[in-house]
């Protein structure tokens, strides 16, 4: 079975600018979530989607935004992008109503210059 | 707020040897999970081993068992037989129960496997 799977792998943007991500989720999870990783932060949840609703939400501005499709795929959207808003961006899927367990993607390297 | 904290921002430990990695954690719910995820340089975050508050018997994953202190808070990780593939970051998470998927994460510890 194929893993979580991140698109772009690499991304490099400059401040002001927009950027989606885009993550596919391991077949048959219909829970995907998201969390920002840095350096000095380290990893912050942003958002959990399921059967195309938010479920729950992190402490991040409204900037930071996400949804999800029928067929369990997620994207996230970060517009008016800051320099702090540079970090590894990871996907994460779970089945939900069986599983706590959550399974990663490899992440988004986001830089904004 | 739950917070998880791990107090050892590195570590190392000689092939073959056995380390245990510290996590405590603060939260007033009865029911949860907890996790230890391992993230090798420049690579992908892995699930190692998971722990549901309601079980008193300790999770075990072949090299990987962790000794799990509910009235202390405590969830520590021990790999036995280190191998230089464990030089990872090894975070330890807390979830609540219920249909929240949230995870609240450790800051993580840098493990070093010397040959």
């Known amino acids: 079975k194929a893993g979580v799977t991140q698109t772009p792998r690499y991304l490099i943007k400059t401040r002001g600018q927009q950027v989606t991500l885009s993550c596919s989720p391991i077949s048959g999870h219909r829970s995907v979530s998201w969390y920002q990783q840095t350096p000095g932060q380290g990893l912050q949840f942003l958002f959990e989607y399921f059967s195309e609703t938010q479920r729950n939400k992190g402490n991040f501005p409204g900037r930071f935004s996400g949804r999800q499709f029928s067929n369990s795929r997620s994207e996230m959207n970060v517009s008016t992008l800051e320099l702090g808003d540079s970090a590894l961006y990871l996907c994460?899927?779970?089945?939900?109503?069986?599983?706590?367990?959550?399974?990663f993607g490899p992440g988004t390297r986001l830089t904004v210059t | 707020a739950q917070t998880v904290t791990q107090s050892q921002p590195e570590m190392s430990v000689q092939e073959a040897e056995t380390v245990t990695l510290s996590c405590t954690y603060d939260t007033s719910e009865s029911n949860y999970y907890l996790f230890w995820y391992k993230q090798p340089p420049s690579r992908q975050m892995i699930l190692v081993i998971r722990?549901?508050?309601?079980k008193q018997q300790n999770a075990t994953e072949n090299r990987f068992s962790v000794n799990f202190q509910k009235a202390a808070k405590s969830f520590s990780l021990k790999i036995s037989d280190s191998q230089l593939g464990d030089t990872a970051m090894y975070f330890c998470?807390?979830?609540?129960?219920?249909?929240?998927?949230?995870?609240?994460w450790g800051l993580g510890t840098s493990l070093a496997v010397n040959p």
């Open positions: 722990q549901e508050a309601y």
């Open positions: 998470a807390f979830s609540n129960a219920g249909n929240n998927r949230k995870l609240i």
């Open positions: 994460a899927s779970s089945r939900a109503e069986v599983e706590h367990e959550q399974y």
